[in-house]
């Protein structure tokens, strides 16, 4: 099938997309369906002080889902055609961000601070599907648009390290305020690098 | 990134566009999903009695994202391309209409007005982030068609207040009715002054 | 602004298609969001026997919905251009599709027939809105392509009346069965129907 | 109506696509909806002990899901233009779709090996279904691409029979693991003989 289909790559890649931001995009509106308003409350600063767990679980995963669909937007923004791996890789990721939700009930129900480690370990999971997708685009499937190998594979480490590295440290910054300097320095840092590996080649040519 | 992305910028946007008509779709149907019909009723005017408080909060928030997507079409129709911060400021707005049906349940279980201004806050909030799409897409990204100054201002003014003036009004004039009236100036004040700014350069030029 | 985007009334209708089908598509999955499996249950019998009532009413808002979908389509297939006169009157059709879920609650609750009165209703005010958008289209915002006069009633009393007729029809020949035999004539009349009007204006020209 | 909206078949398939894949979307998104963190837990072992059923379950539907959309994609590949008959065949398959969050909650809700078959049995339907579209599309309603004869049955019973035959043995496998050696055979297979029924006529021409 995959030959057959070689011609079409592009009506593929493209129902794809479509199929994923679908998948973003309710997964992201229903992060904030299981939240109600308290049966009691007077006054804003009330309600606030009652929903603010919820309200900050709901804003830290949108971010996470905003990040992911950043990075997936990035990824696929790289690929001319899409074949049965892609799909399959992709699906992993889609699998992962449609249990969202439920590790943001995790995170707001749970004070002890249990619930954090397996919620950063689920977003960490995101991170290896994605590269997975990646990895299996650029290496196996040859799925993107020619480019050096050193960029390839810059694009594979921040795509797998990037989301459970930014929701970790985000984490440990509520509580430890200098890990935002660290968290800028990240950034920063693979901004930086990845300006230098692409534009090396861009030298080189 | 950007700079690579800059010549597929139509694709950015486009993808941008149909993952925020999704949130937007989403949102607006996820709406009546707390809605439930009453245990107990006889016939047709009862349960229209029962249900008049949440029917009349679902159509007023039907209103809300109708026109909040309204108003996300015509600043979108004005853009030619896409960058990581319209990414990021539109994730604002989306961040709040996915908490709109939560807002709505709000309006309909409060019946001593206290949920009203933080109804209305919500949705002033909304054309808040939209003037923040807005604003960072004409004044910083530089991601609209060329247009002058003025115009660019203006969009600006009427996507960050509309949203909720409106709802204000709205909310105000099903107590005081001649507020329909003050809506009325305001909405045809607005696409008086609307015409006027754009016709000004059309004759200029 | 309608002058300024009469220009890519292509682009504004597309967006609007979109965002019609997305909240059709999710109306029609959540209608089943409400369907649980009974407590106890002994066999497939017996499932189906506790599920009957729930599972028929699941396939008829699914029917219905299906239904207005296409009929949406269909009208849809016939506008060249959009305007905020079409945004406004679609979106009575999307606010009434997305309280179909309800309605469907209300349907399999109800054994006493008083639902039935009440959900039929609904449908058929589907089917009024969505002359509504049909009759703005073709008479007040000319938005489409150029058609007889005889034809654009036809479309807009098979549009309007259809959706109403059907329901209405479907839960009459389930008491009475020769109510089908009264839903093949008006289905095959229609057609007929349409068929003449529409050759007519071709054998004219 | 056919015969006139034929011109634009192609916006009318694109159209039906989009839609289905909406559906879709949603309905493998809506997957984990019910699934919710137990009252208590002491660390993530406990915690993914006793969310061992839920997330098994919804492993397996999300792939069920993932397979269905596949299958969909590459049967939609094929299609050259979109008639009524193909949107109510389509509209069967949604609808079972759309039942499949509650097909799932059947499964980890009962553990006495009642729900299996039924669950089984849904998935085989939809196989069904999605004949039921591939059988209208290619001979009934002339809606692909020409193609030989022995390539439209084949894949019309791959399309039928593949996905109760994969659900049915992974269900088998769990508890005999000798079954996935059954599967992979089935896959190869089915694949090898897609190769040859394809090849054949290409040789031929």
Redesign the interface.
Request: charged letters at 20%.
């Given at each position: 099938?995959s030959d057959?289909?070689s011609g079409?790559g592009d009506?593929?890649l493209h129902?794809l997309?479509?199929?994923s931001?679908?998948?973003?995009?309710?997964?992201?509106?229903?992060?904030?369906?299981?939240?109600?308003?308290p049966e009691h409350?007077?006054?804003?600063a009330d309600?606030f002080g009652q929903m603010g767990p919820k309200l900050l679980s709901?804003?830290v995963s949108?971010?996470v889902i905003?990040v992911c669909?950043?990075s997936h937007?990035?990824v696929f923004?790289r690929l001319v055609r899409a074949d049965?791996g892609l799909?399959?890789t992709n699906?992993l990721v889609?699998?992962l961000i449609?249990?969202l939700?439920?590790g943001t009930?995790?995170l707001w129900?749970?004070r002890g601070g249990?619930a954090l480690?397996?919620y950063v370990g689920q977003v960490a999971l995101i991170g290896v599907a994605m590269g997975a997708v990646w990895g299996y685009a650029a290496f196996i499937g040859k799925l993107t648009e020619p480019m050096p190998a050193a960029e390839a594979w810059f694009i594979w480490l921040r795509v797998t390290l990037l989301p459970g590295l930014m929701c970790g440290l985000t984490m440990f910054s509520i509580v430890h305020p200098w890990g935002w300097a660290l968290m800028a320095l990240l950034v920063f840092g693979l901004s930086w690098l990845?300006r230098r590996i692409?534009r090396a080649p861009a030298k080189a040519a």
């Open positions: 099938m057959r289909d079409r009506a593929h129902r997309v479509l199929f931001d679908a998948v973003f995009a309710i997964a992201i509106t229903l992060l904030a369906i299981e939240i109600h308003p409350w007077h006054g804003a309600l709901y804003a949108f971010a905003g669909w950043f937007r990035r923004s049965g799909d399959f699906f889609l699998g449609g249990l939700p439920l009930e995790l129900e749970q249990q480690p397996i990845g692409v």
